[in-house]
């Protein structure tokens, strides 16, 4: 079986660069609400809708949320009507799996693990479907070094 899947997943800088510069609309799935403003969960969405990212947010928990950062609330990445470039995952590693039917039914073009969030198995299915994936590194780091 061909090993090509692996080019999708990206770590290089350059690879990285060019995922940042395409994605202008990005779900954030485990968003975190104003109320925890403190938490990565909110400030890094909140740091890309500042730099003018389009920001979808898709939380996880608070079921009686309906705008985060004064943008409609989504309950699955798949149900954003005109697709997303990128799905930021907020979700610990072992969270991961029960959201990849869903995203793969979104048809991002990359998905991106927040720093500390790793799941080769969640990786490869989405690497093998031709979407690139970032593991473990801080989409907010990484947006002010390559945007």
């Known amino acids: 079986m061909s090993e090509s899947w692996r080019d999708n997943l990206v770590t290089t800088e ?25 938490q990565p969960a909110f400030y890094v969405p909140e740091y890309l809708h500042r730099a003018g990212v389009d920001v979808v947010p898709v939380p996880v928990y608070y079921p009686d949320v309906t705008e985060i950062l004064g943008k409609k609330v989504y309950r699955t990445v798949a149900g954003i009507p005109g697709g997303v470039d990128l799905v930021d ?47 473990d590194r801080c989409l907010m780091v990484e947006h002010r070094r390559h945007a």
Do not use: C, Y
């Not at 995922?19 to 990005?26: L, M």
């Not at 991106?112 to 790793?118: E, F, K, T």
């Open 14 to 38: 350059q690879g990285i660069a060019e995922i940042i510069r395409g994605s202008k609309r990005v779900a954030v799935l485990g968003i975190k609400t104003e109320a925890q403003a403190g």
């Open 89 to 135: 995952v907020f979700r610990r590693s072992q969270d991961v799996p029960p959201h990849v039917d869903d995203i793969l039914a979104a048809r991002p073009k990359a998905v991106w693990m927040q720093s500390g969030i790793r799941n080769e198995e969640a990786a490869r299915r989405f690497a093998e479907a031709g979407i690139k994936v970032v593991q």
